[in-house]
C-alpha cells in the first residue's frame, strides 16, 4: 500500500504549538515511510473561521520547513462530492428535526422511526450507526473497542444549517486522496468510532491510526486556541521544531545546521514507540499566553 499521509487544521486561527506538533508527527511518519503528506484546510465552518487563518497556517508550516505534496486542498471546494456520498449511503440515514440541545450525548433514537416521513421544516441528516462494535489497533494506543450503538449513538452528518458535518468530509475527503495513515491528537479519538462507521457503510477500508498525546497545560486543560493557546512562533524553526520533537520523544538533533538537515534526520529516526505518554508531555510556558 502507497502511504499518504495528512494534517487538516480548521482555518480558525493560526496554528498554536499544540496543533503544531501533530502536524509534525504526521509530516515526520509520511517522509519516514517514504509517502506523501497532504496539507487539507477544513474551511466548512464559516461562523467559527477566520479569514486570514489559511494564508498564515500555510505561512507558518512553510516557514517551518514542513512542506506538503500536491495542492492545498480546501473543503469548501468539495461539497458536491459529500452530498455524493451522503446520497450513496441513504439507507442508514434520516432526517431529524430534534433540537440539539434536546438530545443527551449519545442520540437516544427519536427520528429513527420516522424514517420515511417527510420532515417539516429545517432537519439534520444523522447517520444510523450499525449495532454492533468497531476497533483499531492504534499504533500508539494499541487496541481500542468501541460499542457503536451504546457509546456512538446515530449521529450528525449534515446539520440543520445544511453545513456537512466534520466526520463525513474527513471520511469522503480521506477516501478521495487515498489517505493511508491518519496521524492526529488524541483528542480526536472520539471522532474515529463515527469515521470507522462512515468507513463500513462507504464500504471502504479504513486508515492506520497513530493518535498522540495532546498537549496540556499545568491546570490539564488542553493547549486549544480556545484557552488562548498563542500563534507558533516561526522566526527560531530550528528550536521551535526541536520543541516539538522532544515533546514527541524523538531525538532532537542538536548538530543540525538548517531546518531541512533537522527535518531529514528526524524523519529519518522516527520512532512513533517513544512519543511520551499522555500524562508525561506538557507544554512548556513559553507556549502559553496569560
Ligand atoms: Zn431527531
Known amino acids: 500500500m ?6 487538516a487544521p480548521s482555518p480558525t486561527g493560526p496554528l498554536h504549538y499544540g496543533s503544531l506538533v501533530a502536524a509534525v508527527a504526521s509530516f515526520l511518519d509520511a517522509r ?14 464559516p461562523p467559527r ?4 487563518a489559511p494564508r498564515e497556517i ?3 508550516l512553510l516557514a517551518l520547513g514542513l512542506h506538503w505534496d500536491l495542492e492545498v486542498l480546501c473543503q469548501s471546494s468539495r461539497l458536491k462530492s459529500y452530498d455524493d456520498a451522503l446520497e450513496s449511503i ?3 440515514t434520516f432526517p431529524c428535526t430534534c433540537s ?3 438530545v443527551p450525548d449519545i442520540y437516544p433514537g427519536t427520528c429513527r422511526l420516522r424514517k420515511h416521513l417527510a420532515p417539516g421544516g429545517p432537519y439534520a441528516v444523522r447517520l444510523q450507526v450499525p449495532r454492533h462494535s468497531v476497533s483499531i489497533n492504534d499504533r500508539c494506543l494499541g487496541l481500542q473497542t468501541w460499542d457503536l450503538e451504546k457509546e456512538v449513538g446515530d449521529f ?3 446539520r440543520k444549517d445544511g453545513l456537512h458535518a466534520y466526520q463525513l468530509a474527513v471520511v469522503v475527503d480521506d477516501i478521495h486522496y487515498s489517505v493511508s495513515h491518519i496521524v492526529r491528537g488524541n483528542d480526536l479519538l472520539d471522532s474515529t468510532p463515527r469515521q470507522l462507521a462512515l468507513y463500513e457503510q462507504l464500504e471502504v477500508s479504513p486508515p492506520e491510526y497513530l493518535h498522540i498525546p495532546v498537549l496540556v497545560d499545568e491546570s490539564g486543560n488542553k493547549l486549544s486556541k480556545q484557552a488562548h493557546a498563542k500563534p507558533v ?3 527560531d524553526a530550528l528550536t521551535t521544531i526541536r520543541s516539538a520533537l522532544s515533546d514527541l520523544g524523538q531525538n532532537t538533533h542538536e548538530y543540525s545546521l538548517s531546518i531541512k538537515e533537522l527535518l531529514e534526520k528526524a524523519a529519518s529516526s522516527w520512532n512513533p514507540a517513544t512519543i511520551p505518554n499522555v500524562h508525561d508531555i506538557c507544554a512548556p510556558n513559553a507556549y502559553l499566553s496569560n
Not at 473561521?49 to 486570514?52: A, K
Open 58 to 60: 500555510i505561512r507558518q
Open 90 to 92: 441513504q439507507t442508514f
Open 156 to 158: 450528525i452528518i449534515k
Open 100 to 102: 440539539r440541545k434536546a
Open 2 to 7: 502507497d502511504y499518504v499521509g495528512r494534517f
Open 49 to 52: 473561521e477566520s479569514i486570514d
Open 32 to 45: 519516514h515511510a517514504g509517502g506523501k503528506w497532504l496539507l487539507r484546510i477544513e474551511d466548512l465552518d
Open 233 to 235: 512562533d516561526t522566526s
